[in-house]
């Protein structure tokens, strides 16, 4: 048995609670945030644009939130889009419950946002571990998705690192979470981008906050366990409307090679290639793929169903100390 393993087994006889999950609100939450309970889940989210614009629906990745889309609401909005964007399950400032963290129960917790919102159709846009998510709702709701928009997706069981598959383990995965998913998050987000100019401490600051919400360690392993891409990848042909699929060239947490796969899989889709790009590419190349998914979407211009009165203007939905993306796995 190595040294790390005997480690983790070790350190459960001293760990008792502390992957507990987490209810209710939490400490420091943004003053302005938006909040609505969706299936027994508080839900954060924000909306920007015309009420009656045509929406479109953001799911940012694993370990992150919807600051991810900080360059993009703004510029959807701003096109007369209704822009839409929340906190999964577990993530950013949404509650972390025990319960199911499958892809397919994220994606039901977007559809309940959305009809909570008078939302019935919308294009959906997600990033990593957000784009399996996407899927899975295209798969279980097809009638409600027009158009989907997938950045540096993570979609296939056989992107799962090893830590992912020996979290799985009873005990093994709570102690190995308990000791090292906060470890080193500096160079695990170094991974995520090309250019270092763009790993600034503030971000840095801001993600390390973020781990240290109460219910997040539990959460992620929850999510982690529940990754089963195996029960759906197949089907991803069955998935017939438009797709755009946008790529970090130097990409190292979801390989080009993997939206190369994923273009040969999604029967309407078409990949768009970033060089000297990471995994966000929103970020590493904002102005380009942000122009690229406002031309896509603005392709499915079809009037919105009625949707009820509340959508938000395109300011004032970034808040101060919003944590940015984390992301080194999915």
Same mark, same amino acid.
């Given at each position: 048995?190595?040294?790390?393993?005997?480690?983790?087994?070790?350190?459960?006889?001293?760990?008792?609670?502390?992957?507990?999950?987490?209810?209710?609100?939490?400490?420091?939450?943004?003053?302005?945030?938006?909040?609505?309970?969706?299936?027994?889940? +508080?839900?954060?989210?924000?909306?920007?644009?015309?009420?009656?614009?045509?929406?479109?629906?953001?799911? !940012?990745?694993?370990?992150?939130?919807?600051?991810?889309?900080?360059?993009?609401?703004?510029?959807?909005?701003?096109?007369?889009?209704?822009?839409?964007?929340?906190?999964?399950?577990?993530?950013?400032?949404?509650?972390?419950?025990?319960?199911?963290?499958?892809?397919?129960?994220?994606? +039901?917790?977007?559809?309940?946002?959305?009809?909570?919102?008078?939302?019935?159709?919308?294009?959906?846009?997600?990033?990593?571990?957000?784009?399996?998510?996407?899927?899975?709702?295209?798969?279980?709701?097809?009638?409600?998705?027009?158009?989907?928009?997938?950045?540096?997706?993570?979609?296939?069981?056989?992107?799962?690192?090893?830590?992912?598959?020996?979290?799985?383990?009873?005990?093994?995965?709570?102690?190995?979470?308990?000791?090292?998913?906060?470890?080193?998050?500096?160079?695990?987000?170094?991974?995520?981008?090309?250019?270092?100019?763009?790993?600034?401490?503030?971000?840095?600051?801001?993600?390390?906050?973020?781990?240290?919400?109460?219910?997040?360690?539990?959460?992620?392993?929850?999510?982690? +366990?529940?990754? !089963?891409?195996?029960?759906?990848?197949?089907?991803?042909?069955?998935?017939?409307?438009?797709?755009?699929?946008?790529?970090?060239?130097?990409?190292?947490?979801?390989?080009?090679?993997?939206?190369?796969?994923?273009?040969?899989?999604?029967?309407?889709? +078409?990949?768009?290639?970033?060089?000297?790009?990471? !995994?966000?590419?929103?970020?590493? !190349?904002?102005?380009?793929?942000?122009?690229?998914?406002?031309?896509?979407?603005?392709?499915?211009?079809?009037?919105?169903?009625?949707?009820?009165?509340?959508?938000?203007?395109?300011?004032?939905?970034?808040?101060?100390?919003?944590?940015?993306?984390?992301?080194?796995?999915?």
């Amino acid at each position: 048995m190595g040294r790390s393993l005997r480690l983790a087994l070790l350190a459960l006889a001293f760990l008792p609670g502390c992957l507990a999950f987490h209810t209710g609100a939490m400490a420091g939450e943004p003053e302005d945030a938006r909040y609505v309970v969706l299936d027994g889940v +508080r839900v954060r989210y924000a909306e920007l644009g015309p009420e009656h614009g045509a929406p479109v629906v953001l799911v !940012h990745g694993f370990a992150s939130s919807l600051e991810t889309w900080a360059p993009v609401l703004p510029a959807l909005a701003a096109a007369g889009h209704r822009a839409i964007a929340l906190d999964l399950k577990g993530f950013g400032w949404t509650e972390r419950p025990p319960g199911d963290y499958s892809t397919e129960a994220q994606a +039901r917790l977007v559809l309940a946002l959305l009809d909570h919102l008078g939302v019935r159709g919308a294009s959906f846009v997600g990033h990593s571990y957000g784009a399996g998510v996407v899927l899975r709702l295209a798969l279980i709701a097809p009638e409600r998705v027009r158009r989907i928009a997938l950045y540096d997706a993570w979609a296939f069981a056989d992107q799962l690192p090893p830590f992912f598959h020996v979290a799985r383990a009873d005990g093994i995965g709570e102690a190995a979470f308990a000791l090292w998913y906060g470890e080193r998050a500096e160079d695990r987000m170094a991974m995520a981008f090309h250019d270092p100019r763009f790993l600034t401490m503030e971000l840095v600051d801001a993600v390390e906050a973020a781990l240290r919400r109460p219910g997040t360690y539990a959460a992620a392993l929850a999510a982690v +366990r529940a990754m !089963h891409y195996e029960q759906v990848e197949a089907r991803y042909r069955e998935i017939a409307v438009p797709a755009l699929l946008l790529w970090g060239r130097e990409d190292r947490v979801t390989p080009l090679s993997t939206g190369e796969r994923l273009v040969r899989e999604l029967p309407g889709a +078409r990949l768009v290639v970033y060089p000297g790009c990471g !995994h966000f590419p929103m970020i590493e !190349h904002a102005a380009q793929s942000t122009a690229e998914l406002v031309r896509f979407v603005g392709e499915e211009r079809a009037a919105s169903d009625p949707v009820a009165p509340g959508a938000g203007s395109a300011e004032g939905w970034w808040t101060a100390g919003g944590e940015a993306p984390a992301e080194a796995t999915p």
